[in-house]
């Protein structure tokens, strides 16, 4: 089936610092999101993205949908405290009303005050 | 504003035990899915229902069954649980194909 690529693994960084993670793909997606995982927590949506070459923000999150449709991006600007948490990259294909997700296995982000 | 709710959010199991997962949402949705994260794993998507009356297998199907009762719950059941079960099961609801997906809160499942 279907793979997401994300990466790295984790991070551990300065708060204050820039944040970037990615997710690639084996196939084509036409929809790709990023959720974030607080602990204990289900995912929360970030970002959507729709169109190949979309660029959207939200608030410090900034999310990319590649132009070949096989990758997306996420930046953090300024990290603090908050951000800590699982971020997950999620590609769909959806056809009629159907629509499933395939997720990453997420980008654990620990930020030191 | 409830969105998805989950229940039990915590839960023990002997093997060979079963136990049935209930998931209930409030946004009138058409679409819910169960998934399953496992440490490293990421979510995996175990069973899906387009819409109510419908269900359909999705990566891990073995060793659970699924329930659309109504537009509004689909629940989970494991008739008779094996350790490889221990896991943290979320339940989502979409309004359609394209949408992103809201989550519960989960419920973690040991299975002993």
């Known amino acids: 089936g279907q793979q997401l690529n994300q990466s790295p693994q984790s991070m551990f960084i300065q708060e204050g610092e820039d944040v970037s993670m990615n997710c690639t793909s084996s196939s084509i997606f036409n929809t790709w999101l990023w959720y974030k995982q607080d602990p204990g927590e289900g995912p929360v949506l970030l970002i959507a993205?729709?169109?190949?070459?979309e660029l959207t923000s939200n608030g410090r999150l900034t999310a990319q949908f590649g132009i070949t449709r096989k990758d997306s991006f996420l930046n953090i600007s300024a990290s603090i405290p908050s951000d800590v948490g699982i971020y997950f990259c999620a590609g769909m294909n959806y056809g009629g009303s159907q629509g499933n997700l395939i997720f990453g296995k997420g980008t654990k982000l620990s930020v030191k005050p | 504003n409830a969105g998805v709710t989950q229940t039990p959010k915590f839960q023990v199991l002997k093997t060979g035990q079963s136990m049935t997962l209930q998931c209930a949402q409030d946004?009138?949705?058409?679409?819910m899915y169960w998934y399953r994260q496992d440490p490293g794993m990421g979510l995996r998507l175990i069973y899906y229902s387009a819409s109510e009356g419908t269900t359909d297998k999705g990566e891990v199907p073995n060793g659970y069954n699924v329930s659309r009762l109504n537009k509004r719950e689909f629940s989970l059941r494991l008739e008779s649980a094996a350790p490889s079960q221990t896991s943290v099961y979320f339940c989502?609801?979409?309004?359609?194909?394209?949408?992103?997906?809201?989550f519960g809160s989960g419920t973690r499942l040991t299975v002993v």
């Open positions: 993205l729709y169109k190949a070459g």
């Open positions: 946004m009138n949705h058409n679409s």
């Open positions: 989502a609801s979409s309004a359609r194909g394209g949408d992103g997906y809201t």
